[in-house]
Every structure is written in structure tokens, then in C-alpha cells.
């Protein structure tokens, strides 16, 4: 691959148009999951709230993408959170999961409605089975943007989350989401759960 800083704007020549080949750590997470092995600890005025939750995740294969000569291999995801027996969204997420071979990088994008987006990042190898990602408030590449309110409410220092590939064929994370309360400590908000498959994915357009 050509050095971006010389070129940046000649594609790679080796793109593989199959992405569920060359996603690296992110293929077992490819499919449509369903998981209730759950617990959130979120803020309250009262104290920390424990809440199960009920998870469905949808993760779609997505054509090879290139910055120039950067490539990446990634998964369109939506996820889709309710309390137990409740119909009413809990969470809402929509984002992407990319790997870039030639560095060795997962990265997360994610967006909320609740005007919040961040870019997290971390590396893995390959055929790695488990694997963390990051961001932090402030920094301009794996970063945090909030608005006006959240910035000064419930504003967000960092996140992180890591994934684990089970034997199994089930994939688990753990979020920790540190927020500065307005007139508190940091809080650590954290979510976690285990999915299991419940759906193959669709191959990538250029793949079918």
C-alpha cells in the first residue's frame, strides 16, 4: 500500500469484494443477535439504577471502503434495546463496526438519538477472539460530540468497550461509559450482555 502521506489519493489494488472474508476479528459478529443476559448501571438522582434489558442487534456486511489508499472491511449495525417486557425503546444505536488489515484496527462508530455520536478504536490481530475499543472527550480522531445539555449535564469523558468471542458461538461485551455529573463524581455508566445468533447475515452488495 502506498504511503498516504506520498499518495493520497490512488486506491489499493488488492480489495477483495467478499467482506465476510476479510473482516478479521469482526466476522463472528456478523448475523442478527438476540440477547437478555443483561445489566445496565445507569445515573438516577436517587442513586445508580441496575436494569436488565433485552437486546437485538442486526450486523450487515457492507461493500470494502477506501480513504485513498486506506482500505477497510466493516459491518453496518442497528441496535435495538427494551426493558423486559416492555415495548417501548429503551436504546436506539446505528453505527459501524471497521477493520482495517494493514494497521490491524478495529474501530467503532455509534450514534444515539440522543444528539451524541463518538469514534472509538483499539487493534487486535486477526484472528483475535477478543478485543477492546476506545474514545476519549476532546481528542479529534477517537473522539466524543455532544450537545450544549449533555456537555454540561451528563457530559462524557470516555468509553470503552470491550468484545469476547465465545466457544459457543455467542459474542459478549462490556461497556464503561465514565460520565462527569453535573455537582458529582464521575460515573461509571456500564452495559453488558450476551448475544446469541438468531439470523445469517446478507452478503455485501458487490458479494451476491
Known sequence: MANPVDDIYSESEN?????????GPLRPLAGIWEGSKSLDVNPKAEGPLRQLYVERIELQPIDPQSNGP???YGLRYHTHVVKPGEIETYHDQVGYWLWEPATKTVILSLAIPRA????AAGHAEADAT???VSAVRGKTDYGICSTPFL???FRTDSFRM???IHP???WSYFED???MLRGTEPFHHTDQNRLSKIGEPTPNPLAR
Open 130 to 132: 477478543a478485543f477492546e
Open 162 to 164: 470491550k468484545v469476547t
Open 15 to 23: 480489495i477483495d469484494v467478499d467482506t465476510l472474508k476479510n473482516l
Open 70 to 72: 486506506q482500505l477497510f
Open 177 to 179: 461509559t465514565v460520565l
Open 116 to 119: 451524541q455520536v463518538a469514534l
Open 151 to 153: 456537555e454540561q449535564a
Open 168 to 170: 459457543d458461538g455467542t
